[in-house]
């Protein structure tokens, strides 16, 4: 039984790790009492994986878990057995879906990042945001520890706004440009003559490769 899980962690989780998150989630299981799968071989190890990493810092109120069950588990034992182990912990389950045992790995179908961003020094942000949208084009410097090469940023913006003193953006998370929200800020400075910076980072959601804006879960 194949599983797509959805978390929300507390600001308090903004500083753990990437495999630190994983092993978390495997004890949140192991607590909850689920059958887990495991892999073959002389190292076994839980089939579950994250959807997508998350720098250090960043708060996340949209953590998926891609899990595969050793047996069935009806939906309702499941539901019940989550929301009593994330009572007491800092993490807050939100719901789950079953999927086709072969459907590719959900960190492969993540195509966008919907961030909301607290900035330091908004000054003309909404101005910024409505230069960015109205034009065709703007490039920025993309580096990476191999190479720098210049990027047009349009593509990988699916959405932006400013709301109530925040700015909110659905940005490109997988191949060939990721685009982080510092990079974004950046972008928007240079365009405004200012600079800004973030106070925090909140996921919000993660959404499917299709051409409307698809949560895992929808």
């Known amino acids: ?7 929300a962690r507390s600001a308090q989780l903004a500083y753990i790790s990437h495999l630190d998150t994983h092993r978390a989630y495997y004890r949140l299981f192991r607590r909850a009492n689920l059958p887990l799968a495991f892999s ?11 959807a997508s990493p998350m720098p250090l810092g960043y708060r996340s109120e949209a953590d998926y878990v891609d899990l ?4 069935p588990l009806a939906m309702s034992h499941l539901l019940e057995r989550l929301q009593r182990v994330t009572l007491q912990t800092e993490f807050s389950f939100l719901g789950a879906r079953m999927v086709k045992a072969d459907r590719k790995p959900l960190a492969a179908e993540v195509a966008w990042t919907d961030y909301e961003v607290q900035v330091l020094g908004q000054g ?3 101005q910024a945001v409505q230069a960015f949208t109205g034009a065709e084009e703007v490039h920025f410097l993309k580096k990476s ?15 932006v706004r400013v ?3 925040r700015l909110r953006a659905v940005l490109s998370s997988s ?21 800004y910076q973030a106070d925090y ?4 959601e993660l959404y499917l490769r299709a051409e409307s804006l698809m949560a895992p879960l929808d």
């Open 1 to 7: 039984m194949r599983l797509w899980l959805k978390f």
């Open 175 to 195: 191949e060939p440009v990721f685009f982080r929200p510092d990079e974004f800020l950046a972008l928007l400075g240079g365009l405004s003559g200012e600079e």
């Open 40 to 50: 073959q071989g002389f190292n076994p190890h839980p089939i579950l994986s994250l």
């Open 163 to 165: 709301e109530d003193n």
């Open 68 to 71: 595969c069950l050793a047996e």
């Open 145 to 159: 520890k191999s190479s720098t090469k210049l990027v047009n940023a349009k593509p990988l913006v699916r959405d």
């Open 201 to 204: 980072v909140v996921r919000k």
């Open 124 to 126: 003309s942000l909404a």
